[in-house]
């Protein structure tokens, strides 16, 4: 009963993380119809400014703090230097792009940080564990990495439910040239849709970075497990984002205690079973 | 019923909008060819024309949707050609699109407030009760999605989501294509509304008799070009012309 326990938490914590960076994927292939192959480099960027600013503020939520507006402000940038030329262009021109972009990060990352993995410290007041019974404890900065994602989740369902910047995301995922027919400038919706999602998928590496070491290359699995979110929730849909993370996350952390030999196909998979129940994802458009 | 002609101090002003020598090109189909058109502050201009003659190519080009290859458009005396839509839109034009462009995942209060702007002069202008009071069916629905609404309610959500943006001219396409005939006279009522309230509107629409019923000036497009400009009176004075160019 505790290891299935344990399981649900590993699950939900890890699908609650990948939620964060699948989010803004979804977000930006659902909106700006962009397949971006680097997002996974800005969940790399989430981790190494982790590492730098704990150095100097000593707690990873205060490395957050700054964190998260610069990579936002990184993320405008990105997109008015690179992503911006690419609206009018076909996927095949937008995944050599960004496949691009991830040569550059990953680059100016080893120049930057070096080659070598490194750890970034669990703040004190966190580094304790929940005992769960009498031989099974749980830790709490995992719950707080948990407990940040849900806070992230639902800022993200009041901005986009309650808020005009939320109606006009929500208007542009329907139909992009009505939006600016009404008078709504699209190049900044875009630069802000982009932004935030490549601060979603840096605080994503951030609150990550404590768990995992961090190290040249990170954010490549992430981005393959986010396609994974994004495809089995729906394209666009922040909402499919949110349970095909959870899915996935409980589906990975099941597989890897039962099914160990198949632990890496489970999630492929699931996907697969989804896709032909639904073919355009839980809860995207057919 | 005609409606009274604008008065002669609108018609002797200068012109809201004026588009000259437009040419329109979709790839390699010259679509708009050499067309010249305006609309005078309040008017209400008919935009007229078999399918595929280029009338909504027009309102697309007038939007900044299409950009015309050649050709110069001010909109109150100031250039817009090539300009965005978005920046089209808050120089004061409003395009309500024949397949209306409702948000289906926008509830009717947020469709209609979400892109809505105040006037530019500061005039008191289109809020969301007045529009409620125009349609009275919206202000019913209001929570409802924009995807359940019928294709009369999303029209009128259209109307009233450009009225929103408080603008100086309504372009509206196909203003009561498929809509059952009570629908459709709400709209041309809503349309008679809009003109009352002082806002200039190009309207397109198959229904030959209510629109030039309402319609100060009338332009008919023939294979992109303009072949008539002038007013109602003088277009139901042609039998003739009316069956060759808008016979079916």
Sequence with gaps: ?286 | MNAPAAPLDVLMSTPALVARQINTYYGLSHILRNVDFYVMPQETVGLLGRNGMGKTTLLRTLMGLVRPKNGRITLNGIDITGRRPSAVARAGLALVPEDRGVFPNLTVKENLTFAARPCRDGAAGWTLDRIFELFPRLAERRSHWGNQLSGGEQKMLAIGRALMTNPDIMLLDEATEGLAPKIRDEIWETVRQIRAAGIAAVVVDKNLDDLLALTDRNVVLTKGEVVFDGSTADLKADPAFIQHHLGV
Excluded at chain 1, 16 to 32: K, N, R, Y
Excluded at chain 1, 98 to 120: C, E, K
Excluded at chain 1, 214 to 222: N, S
Excluded at chain 1, 267 to 279: R, W
């Design chain 1, 1 to 286: 009963m505790e290891l299935i326990l344990i399981q649900i938490l590993n699950g939900l914590q890890y699908g609650l993380l990948i939620f964060l960076a699948a989010s803004g994927l979804t977000l930006v292939f659902g909106i700006l119809g962009i397949i971006n192959l680097s997002h996974g480099s800005f969940y790399m960027l989430g981790a190494y400014l982790a590492l730098t600013l704990t150095s100097y503020t000593g707690d990873i939520f205060l490395a957050l703090l700054i964190g998260i507006p610069l990579a936002f402000a990184f993320g405008a940038l990105v997109e008015w230097l690179f992503i911006r030329h690419l609206y009018d262009r076909d996927h095949l021109q937008q995944v050599l792009l960004t496949f691009a972009l991830i040569l550059i990060f990953n680059d100016l990352q080893r120049i930057i940080w070096g080659t070598y993995p490194h750890s970034v410290p669990v703040p004190s007041y966190l580094d304790a564990s929940v005992q769960l019974s009498d031989v099974l404890s749980y830790p709490v900065y995992r719950l707080a990495v948990a407990g940040f994602c849900i806070f992230l989740a639902l800022c993200m369902v009041y901005i986009i439910q309650y808020t005009r910047i939320g109606q006009m995301i929500r208007a542009g995922e329907s139909n992009r040239e009505m939006v600016e027919v009404l008078g709504i400038d699209s190049r900044w919706l875009f630069r802000f849709v982009f932004a935030a999602g490549v601060s979603l998928a840096a605080a994503a590496g951030a609150i990550a970075a404590p768990i995992e070491s961090v190290y040249p290359g990170i954010g490549e699995p992430i981005l393959i497990i986010s396609f994974v979110v994004v495809v089995i929730g729906g394209i666009g849909s922040v909402k499919g984002a949110f349970f095909g993370s959870l899915l996935i996350g409980l589906a990975d952390a099941f597989g890897k205690v039962f099914l160990p030999e198949f632990a890496s196909v489970v999630v492929y998979a699931l996907m697969a079973a989804v896709l032909i129940v639904s073919p355009g994802g839980l809860f995207g458009r057919a």
